[in-house]
Antibody, heavy 118, light 110 residues
Framework: QVQLVQSGVEVKKPGASVTVSCKAS????????ISWMRQAPGEGLEWMGW????????NYAQNFPGRVTMTRDTSTTTAYMELRSLRSDDTAVYYC???????????WGQGTLVTVSS | QSALTQPLSASGSPGQSVTISCTGT?????????VSWYQQHPGKAPKLMIY???RRPTGVPDRFSGSKSGNTASLTVSRLHSEDEADYYC??????????FGGGTKLTVL
């Protein structure tokens, strides 16, 4: 069965960076892209960007200029999302999800809580 | 990209039907038949309920249906059950590998 398993809770200070991993299994990893979303406490879902697991091409949302990088490792079927220069309003649950061709995703990871606090 | 517009809340009694709207533009909802709907219970990850406007993934009850007219997509939940109480989000492809989400609707089963 399709599974996306994300890394655990992170607590970071303002200005630091965080990397969240997303280990995929149960399907052909390079046949589907990965989208990343986040959800601040009590708020809605925000799309952050998409990576083609086939060739590594990326497309980032305009809300994160120069702060986000998405990568993937096909040998371990794992996708990564790095967010830099963290601020308190980056506190959120971060989700990865399988996204065929950049379209709305189908299977989601369990989420990773990232807390940014001094 | 601006978020898609959803009502903040919707409600209905068990057995009734409720429809949630999702309004975008011709650059997203109106331009592509790639609208999905997600159900999210508190503390859980979103679950896909409808994809490509009106298709249901295996295992999703046929009480859930989707449609689209122009720049507005809709999710209808028929024969409401108590377990349908959750937040619902729409999402649309917006071209060039861009996605946009709605702000979410809290569905209350009275």
């Amino acid at each position: 069965q399709v599974q996306l398993v994300q890394s655990g809770v992170e607590v970071k200070k303002p200005g630091a960076s965080v990397t969240v991993s997303c280990k995929a299994s149960g399907y052909s990893f390079t046949s589907y892209g990965i989208s990343w979303m986040r959800q601040a406490p009590g708020e809605g879902l925000e799309w952050m960007g998409w990576i083609s697991t086939y060739n590594g091409n990326t497309n980032y949302a305009q809300n994160f200029p120069g702060r986000v990088t998405m990568t993937r490792d096909t040998s371990t079927t794992t996708a990564y999302m790095e967010l830099r220069s963290l601020r308190s309003d980056d506190t959120a649950v971060y989700y990865c999800a399988r996204a065929p061709g950049g379209l709305p995703p189908d299977y989601w990871g369990q989420g990773t809580l990232v807390t940014v606090s001094s | 990209q601006s978020a898609l517009t959803q009502p903040l809340s919707a409600s209905g009694s068990p057995g009734q039907s409720v429809t949630i709207s999702c309004t975008g533009t011709s650059s997203d909802v109106g331009g592509y038949n790639y609208v999905s709907w997600y159900q999210q219970h508190p503390g859980k990850a979103p679950k896909l309920m409808i994809y490509e406007v009106s298709r249901r993934p295996t295992g999703v009850p046929d009480r859930f249906s989707g449609s689209k007219s122009g720049n507005t997509a809709s999710l209808t939940v028929s024969r409401l059950h108590s377990e349908d109480e959750a937040d619902y989000y729409c999402s649309s492809y917006a071209g060039s590998n861009n996605l946009v989400f709605g702000g979410g609707t809290k569905l209350t089963v009275l």
